[in-house]
């Protein structure tokens, strides 16, 4: 009675919402620049479709840069200079208008009977700065700080700014040797790309995945697929553009400035398309590629933890995933589907300082769908399950379902209500229930 009660005002929350009209988007930013529509790289912000991942990995730029541009760069240092470097200095760009836009996200939350407060308005939740851009065709840059809105007492502070991604690319290195697009380079906060489990990069869904990020007593260093870390990586694509492949080495230390321990953890990932536009090159902005697509990807992610004082444990995460798209390249229109499953494996050596091994297996299964171009649906199951030689340690298995509608009301403007249905909750299924949640969300960005 309590659920059906929960899923009612739900309902009603949702209707109240959407009849606001409130005015969302990933960086509104290139909007401007460009003078283009938002699903021109998008399928659902921050969803990407083809054009929109071969933009991002082209460095934020169009094959046809030049008659794409509406707001043109300033010129810092004549043209002609190219051909004098280096006894001149190398002559690059800067936007005309400031590149940055701003995201909004507000929240309503309804919860079980296992939170102690079980409806919440989180609204305004947080903000987010976005910028991103290039200096010229070889030099970019991406910046997303978000503030997390909510007071602090004990510092008397309204909010916390945390930088998400602050980072420079360098692209087309050695273009005559591997090809334009065969390596690229970032530095700065880099998030784990391309990847399957990463909640920000390609997934309608809000929630994130259940893959254990953390396991016993490491506090400190820690895997996160959707998360950022200060290092380096190169990337690139080959084999006509259809394989894309990333090599890092960052920090592994929560987003800090100075890492827990000496070893810096390290990172392979790598994806392979079939069918539709490639990753890059001026094929991907050809606005084609309908039918079906099957990608192929997967992760090695290797480092240290700190587990205590001078005490280091080390851990491996492997993972692979398979999606399968429908009409997901070119104009996505109704019908348009993907369907990815994944599997992701953690090995712990020493996670809880008594020299007991821990290891765990995530897998998830996950489908979206275009009901109309503003109308979009979207599933997910999935499964944790952990072992550990340590007795002594609690049970963290879990299971459950996560359903999602959204509504893009304007193209700037998104909409969304989620719930999620616990099957089975820390190894028990009778009062997994408890702790089922229920969001609307609705994104703003200008």
């Not at 008594?354 to 499964?383: F, H, N, Q």
């Not at 944790?384 to 299971?399: G, L, R, V």
């Amino acid at each position: 009675m309590r659920t059906k009660m929960f899923l009612v005002l739900f309902a009603l929350t949702a209707l109240m919402i959407i009849s606001a009209q409130t005015p969302s988007e990933a960086i509104p930013a290139f909007a401007r620049k460009y003078g283009t529509s938002c699903s021109t790289c998008h399928i659902a912000p921050p969803t990407l479709n083809a054009r929109g991942l071969a933009f991002r990995m082209n460095g934020y730029r169009f094959p046809d840069e030049e008659e794409k541009v509406k707001d043109e760069p300033i010129e810092l240092g004549a043209k002609s200079d190219k051909r004098t470097y280096p006894n001149t200095i190398f002559p690059s760009t800067i936007p005309h208008l400031p590149p940055i836009a701003l995201r909004y996200f507000g929240d309503f939350n309804l919860r079980n009977d296992a939170a102690a407060v079980r409806n919440n308005f989180n609204a305004p939740n947080f903000f987010r700065l976005l910028a991103g851009g290039n200096l010229d065709e070889r030099i970019s840059f991406l910046a997303t700080i978000c503030w997390k809105i909510g007071m602090t007492p004990a510092t008397n502070r309204f909010g916390t700014f945390v930088p998400f991604q602050v980072q420079l690319g360098f692209h087309h290195l050695l273009e005559n040797q591997v090809g334009r697009n065969g390596l690229n380079l970032r530095v700065g906060m880099i998030d784990v790309p391309n990847l399957s489990w990463n909640n920000f990069f390609q997934h309608l869904l809000t929630t994130n995945y259940l893959y254990g990020q953390r396991v016993g007593n490491n506090t400190t260093s820690f895997f996160e697929a959707s998360g950022a870390q200060p290092g380096v990586e190169f990337n690139g694509q080959l084999v006509k553009n259809r394989l894309w492949y990333a090599a890092g080495l960052v920090n592994g230390d929560d987003g800090g400035v100075s890492d827990a321990n000496t070893s810096k953890d390290g990172y392979l990932t790598a994806r392979y398309k079939v069918g539709g536009n490639p990753y890059g090159g001026e094929e991907a902005f050809a606005g084609a590629g309908g039918g079906y697509t099957v990608e192929v990807g997967g992760l090695l992610y290797s480092g240290r933890a700190n587990v205590a004082a001078n005490v280091n444990e080390d851990f491996t995460r492997k993972g692979g995933d398979v999606r399968l798209s429908y009409n997901m390249d070119g104009v996505v229109d109704r019908g348009s589907w993907t369907l990815t499953a994944a599997k992701l494996r953690g090995d712990d050596d020493n996670p809880f300082n008594t020299k007991k091994t821990a290891d765990y297996e995530s897998v998830y299964l996950e489908g979206t769908y275009v009901v109309t171009p503003p109308w979009l649906v979207g599933g997910r199951w999935e499964k944790q399950d952990m072992t550990t030689s340590d007795a002594a340690q609690a049970n963290i298995d879990k299971e459950r379902y996560v359903g999602n509608v959204t509504w893009r009301l304007r193209h700037n403007v998104k909409i969304s209500g989620e719930g999620v249905v616990y099957k089975k909750f820390n190894g028990a299924r009778l009062a997994a229930a408890r702790n089922n949640d229920y969001t609307m969300r609705f994104d703003v960005a200008f």
